[in-house]
């Protein structure tokens, strides 16, 4: 396996794993379940943001080189896009802790962005 699909397969795993963690902290009854449930929100708009890059990535991989730029550039502003609109009917109409979803989108936001970059870093290679 390579080095490119090792580092995606650890970025979802752990994506994986932090959504059901957090989804379990948020449906148990707890006294912090609407902290809990802000962060699962943020982790789950990062990580459905960053399966999308994942899918313009895989569109414009092996193709020429104006295609892979499009793919990459229109996929970023159509993701940018998407999460500002997201994120302003999810602050709007749920009843979150809205520091805590912010914060936590930011991280994962972050953390997925890395993920991405270190894969088409060692893609390259």
Known sequence: MKIANKVLLIGISA???S???LLIQSL?????????????????VGFTNFILGLIFLFIGINRPEKVFLISFFGGILFRLFILSVIVVIIVKTLEIDVNNFIFSLL??????LTVEIIYLNFRKR
Do not use: E, R
């Open 28 to 44: 148990s009854s707890t006294s912090n379940q609407i902290q809990f449930k802000s962060i699962f929100i943020g982790n789950l």
């Open 19 to 21: 959504l059901v963690f």
């Open 15 to 17: 994506a994986i794993l």
């Open 107 to 112: 991280f994962f936001y972050f953390f997925y």
